[in-house]
Nanobody, 118 residues
Framework: QVQLVESGGGLVQVGGSLRLSCAASVSIFRINAMGWYRQAPGKQRELVAA???????NYADSVKGRFTISRDNAKNTVYLQMNSLKPEDTAVYYC????????????WGQGTQVTVSS
């Protein structure tokens, strides 16, 4: 069982920055991949960024060059640095962990609200 706790959301003006944190209850070495998803009102949840255990990263086209996902193995924490924020970035952001053993299991955090005001 993996528990994920997000923090760092809030209200920011257009062009501002925020850093989201996701703390895992287990060593992230035991997690195959971690990612950030977001869901805006009336829209489907979408992948924002992901980082694999080996360090490779993947970003949605809409955030490339503005967002950076990173990990601190010692703190079992994954971060999402968000710069040059736009109103369309407004959403609830969810941390996700994928564990692959005999089966594939996904875990989700409770979500943190990010609101970008113009």
């Amino acid at each position: 069982q993996v528990q994920l706790v997000e923090s760092g959301g809030g209200l920011v003006q257009v062009g501002g920055s925020l850093r989201l944190s996701c703390a895992a209850s287990v060593s992230i070495f035991r997690i195959n991949a971690m990612g950030w998803y977001r869901q805006a009102p009336g829209k489907q949840r979408e992948l924002v960024a992901a980082i694999a255990s080996g360090g490779s990263t993947n970003y949605a086209d809409s955030v490339k060059g503005r967002f950076t996902i990173s990990r601190d193995n010692a703190k079992n924490t994954v971060y999402l640095q968000m710069n040059s924020l736009k109103p369309e970035d407004t959403a609830v952001y969810y941390c996700n962990a994928l564990v692959v053993r005999n089966t594939m299991t996904e875990y989700w955090g409770q979500g943190t609200q990010v609101t970008v005001s113009s």
